[in-house]
């Protein structure tokens, strides 16, 4: 049997304990070695939690393992990941991959020039039930056109009261690029941004174009007092209508599912998948277009 991979994790938020920390400590692929954190408490409460070190900084986690998950800010995640590639260390990725897509570009420019392995948490795309409902479509053709709403009142709960960057850039920056890169993968590359809009309660409307030739129509919100969360994803075209199936794979496996790529691309050498931070990279400069489209929209 290989040697476990040794992974350090940054960030002890709430993303970092309620996933990251547990999906590290419970693959039987990855040795979880050590937490850091701006907020050293958290990292000490952390690293006692699962018994690991708390690194006094980042180089001093990078010297310990031979990856590093991220869990924190897209504009900090740009920032200590480019040191991590640097220091010759594998990734695992938070989506966006950055604040800019300047930044997103600088950090998978690194990754590809380095060549080490990344992947981004783009966890929808692990689920059992996502990869059988793309390979139908993508064995049926035929699709012209596609929807995706995800309204959810996420960012009304106190759990996101201090998210900064949420709630500045609202659902296109968190779920917007699971939406994106869904539709991406249902009806081809994103090749352009018809029109977009944000309106009231961070309500994000906008049509993109595929390089089939097929467009989607999506609609986002975390702003939204739903209960539950409406999460949506359908095709249309020539041979019907296809659904995505209800979400039957928890994040918690479809994590687990990740973890279980990234291992098997270390140990085999493998630097490219279809979620890796290029795949980040595409979804950013995307956000990126979707965000000058709607510079001069009323709130």
């Known amino acids: 049997m290989d040697e476990q991979v040794r992974v350090g994790l940054i960030g002890a938020g709430l ?17 979880l070695t050590s937490v ?9 409460a952390m690293a006692s939690t699962y018994c690991v070190e708390a690194a006094d900084s980042p180089e001093d986690l990078f010297e310990q393992v031979d990856a590093v998950a991220f869990a924190v800010p897209p504009a900090v995640q740009a920032e200590l990941a480019l040191r991590a590639v640097k220091a010759g260390k594998h990734v695992i990725l938070e989506k966006p991959l950055a604040a800019t897509v300047d930044d997103a570009e600088r950090l998978a420019g690194a990754i590809a020039d380095a060549g080490v392995v990344s992947l981004v948490s783009l966890v929808r795309r692990f689920a059992h039930e996502t990869k059988d409902w793309l390979a139908d479509l993508h064995k049926t ?11 959810s009142g996420a960012l009304l709960s106190p759990d996101y009261a201090d998210s900064a960057w949420r709630h ?3 659902a296109l920056m968190d ?48 702003k939204m007092p739903l209960q539950p969360t409406v999460v949506d994803f359908s095709v249309y075209g020539d041979n019907g209508h296809r659904a995505l199936p ?26 490219t998948h279809p979620c890796d931070a290029q795949r980040g990279l595409h979804l950013q400069r995307v956000i990126h277009k979707i965000t000058q489209a709607t510079e001069n929209t009323p709130r």
Not at 202 to 210: G, P
């Open 168 to 170: 500045e850039n609202g």
């Open 141 to 151: 053709g035929g699709w012209v056109g596609g929807n995706a709403q995800w309204l």
């Open 15 to 31: 993303w970092a304990e309620r996933a990251h920390a547990p999906g590290l400590a419970n693959h039987p692929g990855v040795h």
């Open 175 to 222: 779920i917007g690029p699971h939406v994106i890169d869904l539709m991406d993968a249902a009806l081809g590359t994103v090749t352009d941004v018809v029109g977009a809009t944000r309106g009231q309660r961070d309500l994000w409307h906008f049509i993109l174009a595929h390089e089939t030739g097929a467009t989607s129509t999506i609609t986002i919100s975390l």
């Open 36 to 44: 850091w954190a701006r907020r050293r408490e958290a990292a000490d």
């Open 246 to 271: 209800g979400r039957d794979t928890p994040s918690d496996q479809a994590f687990t599912i990740l973890l279980d790529d990234f291992v098997a691309m270390v140990q085999s050498g493998t630097t």
